[in-house]
C-alpha cells in the first residue's frame, strides 16, 4: 500500500507570489489534514477535509486555503507569500478524521517551502 | 487557549543511558499519541493512549498516560543511536475535534 505522498518535495518561491501543494492519500482515506511546522513554533494545524468539505480550521490567515477532491486527493494555496511563511508544510491521512478516538494520522514526507 | 508542553525541549545522553520525555497540559484529553519524526521525514506515530493510567510498550519504550489524563510520559531504556529523533505528544481535549501537538523533544543518543 503506498503511503501519502506529498509534491513537490521542495519549493522556493519569492514574497508575494503563491503556491500550490499537492497531497495524496493512503487508498482508502477519506481524511487530509494539513499543517504547517517550524523550529519555533512546532507542528500547528492549518485544516481538515473530509469527503471535500473543510471540516476543522486552524488558526491561520485567510491567505492560506485548501480544498479536496472527490478522490481524496488534496491541495493546499498559499497566496500572497511572506517570509514567515517559510516551514515544512505536512500532510497526514486517516481513514475518517476521528482524532478523539486515537485513530492513526500518515503523514507525508512535507514539501519544504522556503520563501526568499 | 490549550497549551500542550513538552520537556524537555532538547536531551542529549550517551548509548545506553535511560531517559524520560514528559507531556502536560492543564485541561483533559480524550486521547493522546506519540510520534517520532527523523530529519526530513514526516511524524510516524508510535502510540495511542486513551484511558487513564493505561502503560503501553514498545520495545524499549513505554508510554505512560496519566490517571487524571492530563499528562504522559515517554520513557526509554537503554536508549541507542537509533533512537535520536524529534519526539512529539499530540492530543485531542475533551469536546475538541482536532490534533495538537506539542513542541517536541529532540533527543540525540551518542554512540
Known amino acids: 500500500k503506498a503511503g501519502v505522498t506529498q509534491t513537490p518535495r521542495y519549493l522556493i518561491k519569492t514574497r508575494g507570489q503563491q503556491v500550490t501543494l499537492s497531497c495524496s492519500p493512503i487508498s482508502g482515506h477519506r481524511s487530509v489534514s494539513w499543517y504547517q511546522q517550524t523550529p519555533g513554533q512546532g507542528l500547528q494545524f492549518l485544516f481538515e477535509y473530509f469527503s471535500e468539505t473543510q471540516r476543522n480550521k486552524g488558526n491561520f490567515p485567510g491567505r492560506f486555503s485548501g480544498r479536496q477532491f472527490s478522490n481524496s486527493r488534496s491541495e493546499m494555496n498559499v497566496s500572497t507569500l511572506e517570509l514567515g511563511d517559510s516551514a515544512l508544510y505536512l500532510c497526514?491521512?486517516?481513514?475518517?478524521?476521528?482524532?478523539?478516538?486515537?485513530?492513526?494520522?500518515?503523514f507525508g514526507s512535507g514539501t519544504q517551502l522556503s520563501v526568499l | 487557549t490549550q497549551l500542550l508542553e513538552q520537556s524537555p525541549q532538547f536531551l542529549s545522553i550517551q548509548e545506553g543511558e535511560n531517559l524520560t520525555v514528559y507531556c502536560n497540559s492543564s485541561?483533559?484529553?480524550?486521547?493522546l499519541q506519540w510520534y517520532r519524526q527523523e530529519p526530513g521525514e514526516g511524524p510516524v506515530l508510535l502510540v495511542t493512549v486513551v484511558t487513564g493510567g493505561e502503560v503501553k510498550k514498545l520495545k524499549r519504550l513505554t508510554f505512560q498516560f496519566g490517571d487524571a489524563r492530563k499528562d504522559s510520559s515517554l520513557h526509554i531504556t537503554a536508549a541507542q543511536p537509533g533512537d535520536t529523533g524529534l519526539y512529539l505528544c499530540a492530543g485531542v481535549w475533551q469536546g475538541a475535534q482536532k490534533l495538537v501537538f506539542g513542541q517536541g523533544t529532540r533527543l540525540t543518543i551518542n554512540p
Open positions: 497526514a491521512s486517516s481513514l475518517s478524521g476521528a482524532p478523539k478516538s486515537g485513530e492513526k494520522l500518515f
Open positions: 485541561s483533559v484529553f480524550s486521547s
